[in-house]
C-alpha cells in the first residue's frame, strides 16, 4: 500500500491527479493498451471504470519516469549518470526499490544474480562470429575487479557509492519485471481488480479475464520451435506473475558430442561457461521477483536452482534443458 501511495504522489506531481477521477460508462467492458517502450512492446487488457485515455496517460508517465531513473539507454538517466561516475546522483524511490530487491535476490543466489556482470558480458560477445573464450585472464581478472554487487553502497543519503567508479549497473533484468508490477498498481489503485499487464513477455495477472471469467491464460514460448512460433505449455496466473529468460536462438553444437549448448557468464568466477540450460520461467508473487530469478536460473547449475526454486514456498520454476537426443522439462515440484 505504501509503494501505491508514493506512485499517487508521483502521478500528482505529474499533473496527472485530477484525471483519476474521469470514469467511462461501462466499468465492466474489457480494454486493451498496446505500444512499445523500454524498447519492447507492452499489451495490457483491463477492466476499469476510468477513461482509457487516462489509463495511457498514466502509463506513459510511469514509463517516462522510470526510464528517466533506470534505462541504461539513456545518457541522462540516474543509472547512466552513476556508472559515469556521478556520486551526487539521489536516485528516486524507483531506484531503491529496484536496487533493494537486487540485493535480495544476489544474497538469496549466493552470488549468481549480480547486476555488476555487464562489463564481463559485454567482453566476451555472445554474436555469431565471436568467441565465448576471447578474453585472457588478465584481462578477466581485471573485469572481475569490476564485478561484484558487493562493491555498491546504497547511502542513507540516497546516493550510490562504487568500491570502483567503473563499476558498470545493469538494471534491465529487473526493470521490465518492475514496470508490470508498477502499473499493474496502478490499475488496481483505479478501481481494477481484473488486468493482465504484458511488457516484453513479462506478465502480472489478477483477478480474471473478462472473456473466461477465469484466471488468466498464459502461452509460454517453446525453444524446440522452427521458424514459426510455437508453445511449450499454457498455464493459468491466480494474481501471479510469470516472467522468462532464455539464449536458446544462439545455441550452438558440440562438434565432438554432438551436445547443445549455449554460454553463460558466471559474475563468480568471470568465466564463459557451458550449460545446457536454454530457457527459464518462474512464477512469483510480483514480476520483479519472477524476472530476477528467471535470470538468475539461467546461469546457476541446474540442480542448485532447483533446490533453492523448491526452497522457497512462494517461488515455481521451469527449465527446458537440451541434451543429445533433444530436448528436457524440468519444473519445480508445485509448478
Known amino acids: 500500500m505504501q509503494s501505491i501511495l508514493m506512485d499517487f504522489k508521483l502521478w500528482t506531481s505529474l499533473g496527472l491527479f485530477w484525471l483519476i477521477f474521469s470514469c467511462s460508462p461501462n466499468p465492466t467492458k474489457s480494454k486493451r493498451l498496446q505500444g512499445f517502450a523500454l524498447g519492447t512492446s507492452y499489451n495490457i487488457q483491463y477492466v476499469a471504470a476510468v477513461d482509457e485515455q487516462v489509463i495511457q496517460k498514466g502509463i506513459d508517465s510511469l514509463f517516462y519516469v522510470i526510464n528517466k531513473s533506470l534505462s541504461t539507454y539513456l545518457p541522462e538517466s540516474d543509472i547512466s549518470k552513476i556508472n559515469r561516475g556521478d556520486t551526487e546522483v539521489i536516485v528516486d524511490h524507483h531506484f531503491r526499490k529496484v536496487f533493494q530487491k537486487a540485493t535480495e535476490v544476489w544474497k538469496a543466489t549466493g552470488g549468481y544474480f549480480d547486476p555488476t556482470v555487464g562489463a564481463l558480458v559485454n567482453a566476451y560477445g555472445f554474436g555469431p562470429k565471436a568467441s565465448a573464450n576471447s578474453i585472457n585472464p588478465k584481462k578477466k581478472d581485471s573485469l572481475l575487479q569490476l564485478t561484484g554487487w558487493q562493491k555498491i553502497v546504497l547511502n542513507e543519503n540516497n546516493t550510490i557509492a562504487k568500491q570502483f567508479p567503473e563499476i558498470y549497473i545493469d538494471f534491465n533484468a529487473l526493470a521490465k519485471g518492475y514496470t508490470v508490477d508498477i502499473i499493474g498498481n496502478f490499475l488496481q489503485a483505479l478501481g481494477s481488480s481484473d488486468y493482465m499487464v504484458e511488457i516484453g513477455g513479462e506478465i502480472v495477472a489478477k483477478g480474471n479475464s473478462p472473456k473466461t471469467q477465469k484466471a488468466w491464460k498464459i502461452a509460454i514460448e517453446d525453444p ?102 533433444g530436448f528436457l522439462v524440468e519444473m519445480s515440484k508445485n509448478w
Not at 512460433?229 to 553444437?253: C, E, M, V, W
Open 224 to 325: 524446440r520451435q522452427g521458424e514459426e512460433r510455437q508453445f511449450l505449455q499454457t498455464i493459468r496466473l491466480d494474481n501471479q506473475a510469470l516472467a522468462s529468460s532464455g539464449n536458446y536462438r544462439k545455441n550452438r553444437i558440440d562438434p565432438t558430442t554432438g551436445e547443445r549448448f549455449v554460454h553463460s557468464i558466471s559474475p563468480l568466477t568471470g568465466s564463459a561457461q557451458k550449460t545446457n540450460i536454454l530457457s527459464t520461467s518462474v512464477k512469483a508473487p510480483d514480476c520483479m521477483t519472477a524476472d530476477a530469478w528467471a535470470t538468475a536460473l539461467m546461469i546457476m547449475p541446474l540442480e542448485e536452482g532447483k533446490a533453492l526454486i523448491e526452497n522457497n514456498p512462494v517461488l515455481e520454476a521451469l527449465w527446458t534443458v537440451a541434451d543429445q537426443d
